[in-house]
Nanobody, 133 residues
Framework: QVQLVESGGGLVEPGGSLKLSCLAS????????IGWFRQAAPGKEREGVS?????????IYTGSVKGRFAISMDDARNTIHLQMNNLKPEDTAVYYC?????????????????????????WGQGTQVTVSS
């Protein structure tokens, strides 16, 4: 049974940093896509923040977080991290970890452009990140 458990959310002032972690269990596959999504409020669209493509180590970031967030994978601990620096009030959201265990490679012209090109069938419960003074 696949489980994704997030941790590391909290309240931070603008300009501060947080590190989110997602512990993945039940994974025995060699190829997957795992990433972070966020939802600013109930009913708002869930946004792909960053994701990691296991097959070749590609990382993808949405434009608003490039240069501020960094995704990393700790294979030994089956944990994926999201280091978030220089946080802004607009980063406030519930952050979810999600995984596509059998990714279909998108067309070459689109590869590496967006986390939303994959089918995420496993989701964590989410962790709240609030950026406020």
């Amino acid at each position: 049974q696949v489980q994704l458990v997030e941790s590391g959310g909290g309240l931070v002032e603008p300009g501060g940093s947080l590190k989110l972690s997602c512990l993945a269990s039940g994974f025995t596959l060699d190829d997957y896509v795992i990433g972070w999504f966020r939802q600013a409020a109930p009913g708002k669209e869930r946004e792909g923040v960053s994701c990691f493509i296991k097959s070749d180590g590609t990382t993808i970031y949405t434009g608003s977080v490039k240069g501020r967030f960094a995704i990393s994978m700790d294979d030994a601990r089956n944990t994926i991290h999201l280091q978030m620096n220089n946080l802004k009030p607009e980063d406030t959201a519930v952050y979810y970890c999600a995984a596509d265990p059998d990714p279909i490679r998108p067309p070459v012209s689109l590869y590496g452009s967006s986390c939303s090109l994959y089918q995420y069938i496993y989701w964590g419960q989410g962790t709240q990140v609030t950026v406020s003074s």
